[in-house]
């Protein structure tokens, strides 16, 4: 089975701070995700990335950047935290970009005060 | 831009009702259709379709896709408590690129005893 790990599942931080969320997968695959959901907004994309090392914004990219310097870990950095980013973060991973169901990690709820 | 609508947004039915989720789509380049079922952790898969009227099947889960009218239907037969979750639906658009997924908000759903 896939599994998407990420490292925190409730993280709390002040206003201002630098925030790390961490994604690893153990299936080899080339796409990884990170999605932020909210009440009565559904799944929006903040970023993705298809290879090492490339990176592609989503719907929501202000405020976050990405990094992913190996294939299996896809990094989610919140430069300064800020009260409307609290929120589910999801990561999510596929094998390819055509016909293959994202599989997702199990969130951080992350809380910004 | 892509549009995934879901209805309804939530829905409170008794153990033992039967369910029907409703998706409707308007997108360019369709490729799939997924629906996902999340419960407090993140989403899991439930079924892919890519063809009009062929029925995918899983236990009390059943799924369908109209081409024509741009909608999907998620039915659950003989519910149970265990199936209270939000359902998603996901377009997975051709194209290329790893931002193929565009999801709907979801349908909460609430199974009393």
């Known amino acids: 089975d896939v599994k998407v790990t990420q490292s925190s599942r409730y993280l709390v931080k002040r206003t201002g701070e630098k925030v790390f969320l961490e994604c690893v997968q153990d299936?080899?695959?080339?796409?990884m995700f990170w999605y932020r959901q909210d009440p009565g907004l559904g799944l929006r994309l903040i970023y993705f990335s298809y290879d090492v090392k490339m990176k592609e914004k989503g719907d929501i990219p202000e405020g976050y950047s990405v990094s992913r310097e190996k294939k299996e870990r896809f990094s989610l950095i919140l430069e300064s935290a800020s009260t409307n980013q609290t929120s589910m973060y999801l990561c999510a991973s596929s094998p390819d970009s055509y016909n293959s169901p994202l599989h997702f990690g199990n969130g951080t709820r992350l809380t910004v005060t | 831009e892509d549009k995934v609508v879901q209805s309804p947004l939530s829905l409170v039915v008794h153990e033992g009702d039967t369910v029907t989720l409703n998706c409707s789509y308007e997108?360019?380049?369709?490729?799939?259709l997924l629906w996902y079922k999340q419960e407090k952790k993140a989403p899991t898969f439930l079924f892919m379709l890519t063809s009009s009227g062929i029925e995918k099947k899983s236990g009390r889960l059943s799924s369908i896709l109209d081409k024509k009218e741009l909608f999907s239907i998620l039915n659950i037969t003989a519910t149970q408590t265990g199936d209270s979750a939000i359902y998603l639906c996901?377009?997975?658009?051709?194209?290329?690129?790893?931002?193929?997924?565009?999801f709907g908000k979801g349908t909460h759903l609430i199974i009393q005893p």
């Open positions: 996901a377009h997975l658009h051709s194209g290329g690129g790893a931002d193929g997924l565009t």
């Open positions: 997108v360019t380049n369709f490729r799939s």
């Open positions: 299936m080899d695959h080339e796409n």
